[in-house]
T-cell receptor
Framework: GAVVSQHPSRVICKSGTSVKIECRSL??????MFWYRQFPKQSLMLMAT?????????EQGVEKDKFLINHASLTLSTLTVTSAHPEDSSFYIC??????????????FGPGTRLTVL | KQEVTQIPAALSVPEGENLVLNCSFT??????LQWFRQDPGKGLTSLLL?????REQTSGRLNASLDKSSGRSTLYIAASQPGDSATYLC???????????FGTGTRLKVLA
């Protein structure tokens, strides 16, 4: 079946550094991907919609200059957390809609990336 | 603004019990509702998806119902097993969008 991968699965970084998280659709193309954030014991909150070939659409309250999204190809979206701080520590999950199935309910979620900022 | 709430936040039951997880949403205008399972530190596994025109869906020991007019959905788990221990999330998809709005989750623990 269709699979969405994320890399890395876990990352620990120092405060002030930037971290890049990849979301990759392994056997399908996806013009549209989503990035969610989940704080400990809380639910997933949508951060942004990533569109291949155009700028990402950010949800209210999400700083676009801090969370840079690049959807450079039909199988890869990246989320870069710039100048990370401890409050950015969270579980980041992406999802992808297969092209050609956009009118259906099909959406695949990645396994998530645990970011810890010291 | 759509808000999704799940009750209870946590639940601990002995193995073999039947149980019900509740999900409520404030705006009845939804495209569909989906129940997910999330194991600790892991991604999401889709369990059941109910279209806005449907009343319920079943898969094995799981049954999900939807009452769109009252903004409620329930997930029924029959004959619970320790392997069912996880966090269960419900999520609604508003019309005209592919994004989901997630509930607060119910952390379930089934004791052997």
């Amino acid at each position: 079946g269709a699979v969405v991968s994320q890399h890395p699965s876990r990352v620990i970084c120092k405060s002030g550094t930037s971290v890049k998280i990849e979301c990759r659709s392994l056997d399908f193309q996806a013009t549209t991907m989503f990035w969610y954030r989940q704080f400990p014991k809380q639910s997933l909150m949508l951060m942004a919609t990533s569109n291949e070939g155009s700028k990402a659409t950010y949800e209210q309250g999400v700083e676009k200059d801090k969370f840079l999204i690049n959807h450079a190809s039909l199988t890869l979206s990246t989320l870069t957390v710039t100048s990370a701080h401890p409050e950015d520590s969270s579980f980041y999950i992406c999802s992808a809609i297969p092209d050609g199935l956009a009118g259906t309910d099909t959406q695949y979620f990645g396994p998530g990336t645990r970011l810890t900022v010291l | 603004k759509q808000e999704v709430t799940q009750i209870p936040a946590a639940l601990s039951v002995p193995e073999g019990e039947n149980l019900v997880l509740n999900c409520s949403f404030t705006d009845s205008a939804i495209y569909n509702l989906q129940w997910f399972r999330q194991d600790p530190g892991k991604g999401l596994t889709s369990l059941l998806l109910i279209q806005s025109s449907q009343r319920e869906q079943t898969s094995g020991r799981l049954n999900a119902s939807l009452d769109k007019s009252s903004g409620r959905s329930t997930l029924y788990i029959a004959a619970s097993q320790p392997g069912d221990s996880a966090t269960y999330l419900c999520a609604v998809r508003p019309p005209g969008t592919y994004k989901y709005i997630f509930g607060t989750g119910t952390r379930l623990k089934v004791l052997a």
